[in-house]
């Protein structure tokens, strides 16, 4: 019976030695400054790149007038209704007058809101909802 002897080697790494052709450039790493500094172009680059795409949508929604398109003047400005506080008036007195079909708590805590809080004085603008 013939004997066959065989030369196993381990190697510590989990690749198998291969060879290299003989006009293959041996890769060196770069240092980490080199790394940091390409690291720093790149995001240079996509910040211009994001900063690029942001004035160009600017310019596309501001058009010719320099206007936002949801800023433009479609019509008149709305004027608020005003009615002048007499001797004795409350905002109760006020809402109860003025609040047409909309429910009279609602009216007097809109009042409130428009007219920076509950009390009033004769002769004080009130603005109406």
Do not use: C
Not at 46 to 65: F, T
Not at 76 to 96: K, M, S, Y
């Amino acid at each position: 019976m013939t004997m066959i002897a065989l030369n196993i080697q381990h190697t510590t790494s989990a690749r198998l030695p291969m060879s290299r052709p003989a006009n293959a450039k041996r890769t060196e790493r770069h240092s980490a400054a080199v790394y940091r500094r390409r690291r720093l172009v790149v995001g240079s680059i996509a910040a211009l790149a994001v900063i690029s795409a942001g004035l160009a949508v600017s310019e596309v929604l501001a058009g010719d007038g320099g206007a936002t398109a949801s800023a433009a003047v479609t019509g008149p400005e709305f004027v608020r209704q005003t009615v002048t506080a007499q001797p004795g008036d409350t905002l109760w007195v006020i809402a109860r007058r003025f609040h047409g079909s909309v429910d009279v708590d609602r009216y007097l805590d809109r009042l409130i809101s428009l007219n920076g809080g509950p009390s009033i004085q004769a002769g004080q603008a009130i603005v109406l909802p």
